[in-house]
């Protein structure tokens, strides 16, 4: 293991960790800058500033330059040796790293060199942590506990930025309000900072009381957050792996007090969150009884309403299709619009039903005085794609919810699941299924995923639209279909064998953020991106191959037991 010699060369070395952590949750770029420099510290550990400038005191410009970069580039390669010996004789940081090495044996068969490099080139991460990590110093706790902080900081201000955001309301999607990474890498990155927090909370005596008090105002603003952004893949996560250590907490005390409070939040919580979506859908798809006889008939212009109740169903606990009257919907839309009536949206939509859906949001008849009401946001709003007033200015939960029942009551009338993302999930997994039986031994290659799915999807005849037709959203199928039923099980084993045989699992930090990761991998392709293999390679790396764990006061064993 390479020790830093001086204390400019450990400082340095923790800086560059920790700005990692930070451009984790804020920036690519930063991420990838970052990663390089780690690279270079690795690469000349032991640098010394006192003997290169010895090289131009004694020998000149010249001659010292020659011989500063012969001593860096014998520095560089005797490191190189040395670490990369000393890593290959650590068995779990080598298993880990397996994970990228089984990525490059899937050249041999791919079809789709292209791609194939581009996904190794995202993927270098999963080697370079393990590498970096195994034969560096370790870091310990004061200096990793700083580090979480400025890393849950961090994912703060991405939050801020992204709810500056929606406050603009200059979006069609919810979505885009996460400007810097994708909102589910994002989301991922506020559940671990979240757990961090709570054992600063909990458990971390180096605090004050007001610190505390702060941190628990972060982990409230960080729920309402994921929230607003409509982030359920967070949300299910956070309350899955909470769920976990409250019931872990419940077997290990033994103050009935305790057993009780925590018994009531395990059940309470999901509980209390089933009923609310309970009570959301039944809400949304049962709206009041109607009369059709006690409903006018005409327009304020004389013109004649139709009443449908049924054709063209419900959305946010309306019907639709009441109160139309469509020739004054058209000829009052063309006068406030450059987009015409039965033109496209800037999403791709026709207008006239984006219309209609709208005015049915915004609880207004689709006539001329409804399409009146309309601000010039409203219109704007529509013209970019935007069906339902409340995506845009209510998100949250319940408006997450409606989606997936519009999403899903759309799928089941006409068979495209593109309007919802669960519904596209449903679609992705099916894919994704037959193309594993398809490619059950070898898998597909490393870079022909994408194309083998695209094609599997037009041999389904699926209605998926093209712009969704997208990868497994999966981790684990994605594996399989990439590399067949012996790299996915080769996959599972590498992510599991380090962690038990360095006992990671009894670390705080490193349980949560394997809960966290593998609860990800379900429903998302996590490392198939920048940001996600970025997240997973480093915390995983350095909370099993980099931290002390002798001083690091965070263990499972110790600090869940009440």
Known sequence: MIKSSTNIHSLTYFIVLTLIAMS???????????????????????????????????SGFFKGLFHFIKYVATLAYRNFIDQITAFTKHKPALILSSIYLIHIIGLL????????????????????????FVTMEKIGYKRFRIMMLFYAAASLVGTFISFSLM????????????????????????CFAFFALVYFILFDEGFKIWHKI???????????????????????ILLLVSIIYLVIILFKTQKLAVKIAFIVLAVGIPISLFLYVKQVVHKAQNPPVIDVVQLETHTKQGNPYTHDTIVRGIEDGRYIGLYMCLPEVEQAW?????????????????????????????????????????????????????ANYNYVKNPGLRTRILKIIMGYDVYKKTGDPSGSSVMQRIEYSKASIKLISKNFFTGVGTGDIENKLINQYTQMGSELKAKF?????????????????????????????????????????????FLIIIFSMFSDDTIETQAGATLFAFFYSFLLLGKKRENAKSTLKDNLLI
């Open 469 to 513: 037709r997208f990868h497994a959203h999966n981790q684990f199928l994605a594996i399989f279909i990439t590399f067949g039923i012996f790299g996915f099980l080769w996959f599972i084993f590498a992510l599991v064998y380090p962690a038990i045989r360095l006992k990671g699992f009894n670390d705080y930090f490193f349980a949560s953020f």
């Open 334 to 386: 063309n006068e406030i619009s450059t987009y015409g009536f039965n033109s496209k949206t800037d999403a791709g939509e026709e207008i006239k039903e984006t219309l209609i859906r709208y005015l049915t949001s915004k609880d207004l008849r689709k006539d001329a005085e409804g399409v009146h009401a309309l601000t010039d946001w409203d219109i704007r709003m529509i013209e970019k794609g935007v």
């Open 167 to 190: 406050l603009k309301g200059n979006f069609v999607d919810i979505r885009e309000i996460s400007p810097f990474i994708s909102p589910i890498r994002f989301g991922l990155n506020i």
């Open 109 to 132: 068969y791919t079809t789709d060199m292209d791609y194939a490099l581009k996904d190794l080139r995202v993927k270098l991460p999963l080697l370079l942590f393990p590498i970096i």
């Open 214 to 236: 702060l941190f628990g105002l972060v982990l409230i603003w960080f729920v309402a957050f994921l929230i607003l952004l409509e982030s359920l893949t967070s949300l299910w």
């Open 24 to 58: 984790i949750p804020l920036s690519k770029f930063a991420m990838s800058v970052t990663e390089f420099m780690l690279l270079g510290l690795w690469l000349w550990s032991g640098f010394s500033f006192t003997i290169s400038f010895r090289f131009f005191k004694l």
